[in-house]
């Protein structure tokens, strides 16, 4: 992948079938991370069938760009975009969240394609940061992609570890900050304010944008963007919707756990379909 110029229709195409794989794993099961799902589904084309450097046959490719997912709830997302792109099969998508599966509600390093093991939140950008220092001490040229949550801006090691990426001026390391305006207990902005975030990571010594995160032409161009910024690590804030696509989610006001009636997956699917 890493073509200069993204053919955004197939992104578009890319990003809806993720969404159909994130309802498919949460229907068989009944519930789980929908909304984070369906809200993040737009950068994970643009990285998975753009901009990533990868080989779905050979996982532990030392020249690999690495995707660290620092929110260990948002792998339905994640394992939607890897057997989307062929890395697990499409039929183990309907383990999601089964004893004794690969594919758990909180994802782990022995899933293939993981970097990381989520779960305890604020650790993935720490991982990213040793990642990107390990990566640059044995002068190789891959690049570090780290997904975080606005709910993980809560947690301190977060900070330290954006204040190491710019002393180490990381400019391989490329942290999104998936902002959908939600934590568990509810609003970020009630349960605890982190604006002004753009000035924040500024302040940290990061490059900074702040885009429409379910946009794909946004997120490609931002990427680009960063990429010609030298001698610092970037930040891409990204505002998203949660359950974008389909509108029974999206208009929920409970959101960081989905559980809905068996009939009611039917209506979701249709939405989806119907939308975008
Ligand atoms: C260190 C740590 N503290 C608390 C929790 C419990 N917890 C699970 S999800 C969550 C907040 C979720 O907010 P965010 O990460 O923004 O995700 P979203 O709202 O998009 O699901 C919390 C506090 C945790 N997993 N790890």
Redesign the pocket.
């Given at each position: 992948m890493n073509g200069n110029n993204p053919d955004i229709a197939c992104l578009k195409a890319r990003a809806k079938n993720i969404r159909r794989h994130v309802l498919r794993m949460a229907e068989r099961v009944g519930q789980g991370?929908v909304?984070?799902g369906l809200?993040i589904a737009d950068l994970l084309a643009a990285l998975y069938f753009h901009e990533l450097r990868y080989d779905a046959k050979r996982l532990d490719w030392p020249e690999r760009d690495r995707f660290v997912l620092s929110?260990?709830?948002?792998s339905i997302g994640l394992y939607a975009a890897l057997a989307e792109a062929g890395v697990i099969p499409i039929e183990e998508l309907d383990t999601y969240g089964a004893d004794g599966s690969r594919l758990e509600m909180?994802g782990s390093e022995f899933t293939p394609g993981f970097e990381m093991t989520g779960?305890?939140?604020?650790?993935g950008l720490g991982q990213a940061v040793g990642m990107a220092l390990g990566l640059r001490l044995d002068a190789r040229d891959a690049r570090v992609f780290c997904l975080?949550?606005?709910?993980?801006?809560?947690?301190g090691a977060t900070w330290e570890a954006a204040m190491a990426g710019a002393h180490y001026r990381l400019d391989h390391l490329f942290a999104f900050i998936?902002c959908?305006n939600?934590?568990?207990?509810g609003p970020?902005a009630q349960v605890m304010n982190i604006e002004p975030l753009q000035l924040k990571w500024q302040a940290f010594g990061w490059d900074t944008q702040r885009i429409n995160g379910n946009r794909i032409e946004d997120i490609t161009d931002a990427i680009a963007r960063a990429k010609t910024a030298r001698n610092q690590p970037h930040a891409i804030i990204l505002d998203t919707l949660?359950g974008k696509g389909v509108t029974m989610f999206e208009n929920r006001e409970k959101?960081?756990?989905i559980r809905v009636e068996a009939r009611e997956w039917e209506l979701a699917r249709k939405q989806l379909e119907a939308s975008l």
């Open positions: 991370y909304g984070q809200g929110i260990g709830h948002y909180s779960g305890s939140l604020g650790h975080l949550s606005d709910g993980e801006l809560h947690e998936d959908n939600q934590v568990a207990d970020t949660m959101q960081h756990f």
